[in-house]
């Protein structure tokens, strides 16, 4: 850390010079332009940005499957506009893992292939994207993809079980989106501004968006189970659809919580939410009991039903400890 005494200059202006070292190795010199980025008591500065926009090379040799994906996720994630993914011969099934990973990304596009590279380039701009749209839509996706993954399993309908599972590609889609525009706010202070959402915020966002992504993948789960199993006898069936119900309402709290603009009324929803969530163990328990009296193939298969619907309340009440955060005071 370095100080600077402010000055006055020409009776009115104040100013303050630059660490020669920053100025150096950010290219800053006389005439350049810097930006100021003003957040409550702070100040940040950062050198003007240019409009060309990021781009970033990977060499994907002898990457395929899962991993060819994962490399293009991670490069569209940590903010590359123009991805460059390059071999010394791209083959078909290359080609096709890429364009498979691109239709899971909002706004990433193939815009050039040759027998030697792949170039990909996201057509959104970021200041058109909205945060706050985006975990309003992974809310209702993933917490409706949950009850009717319990549906399915009680009414063993294994057609409304594979619209479930089709429906968490959706919320990957936009969980992806949002850590994106995230790393890019860490990375940019620009980006903060021109998503008008403060840096905070935006950390409460992305943390909140990973919890409705797992709730999402548990209730891919269940939809999965369901293809395992037939009937549920209508005693156990009552008791997951009342189990389900507890399960969602700690996370539907939860997220009124943290989408509540008043600091009193978020904190007492999420204070809600969260003393939702131990009776839901009492609950569990009690399906448990009758399950274990099944054949054990059967109760086992239920038995993980029963633990998604859990784990969906213990993540509620981690985007209420997120609502919390959001609605406290700041020092």
Known sequence: METRKVQVTGGSTYTVSLPKDWATENDVSAGSVVEFHAEDDS????????????EGTL??????????????MTMYVSGFDIITLETPRV??????????????????????ETSERVVLQ????????????????????????????????????????????????????????ISRVFRSVLRDPTAASQIGLPRETCFDYQ???????RIADHASKIARLTLEVGDVPEDIGDGLHELREEALAVPETAMDALLEDDSDEAT???????????????????????????DSQTAQVLGLVVDSLSRTADYGGNIAES?????????
Not at 91 to 112: D, H, M, P
Not at 151 to 176: G, I, K, M, S, T
């Open 122 to 177: 996201d057509l959104l701009d970021s200041s058109e994207l909205s945060v706050h749209n985006a975990i309003t839509r992974m809310r209702l996706v993933a917490l409706t993809m949950l009850s009717d993954a319990v549906d399915a399993l009680v009414e063993n309908d294994d057609d409304l079980a594979h619209d479930v599972r089709e429906r968490d590609d959706d919320v990957d889609r936009l969980w992806y989106m």
């Open 91 to 112: 083959s078909a099934q290359q080609r096709r893992t890429v364009r498979q990973a691109t239709q899971g990304l909002v706004g990433l596009e193939v815009i050039e």
């Open 268 to 294: 007492r929803l999420a204070t809600e939410a969260r003393s939702r969530i131990r009776p839901i163990d009492d609950s569990a328990r009690e399906i448990d009991d009758l399950i274990h009296q099944m």
């Open 59 to 72: 060499d994907v040799s002898g990457l395929e499957g899962d991993q060819l994906t994962r490399a293009v």
């Open 43 to 54: 100040l940040l500065l950062s050198p003007k940005q240019g409009e060309e926009r990021t």
């Open 207 to 213: 943390s909140s968006a990973r919890q409705l992504e």
């Open 323 to 331: 609502a919390l955060q959001k609605a406290a005071p700041r020092p």
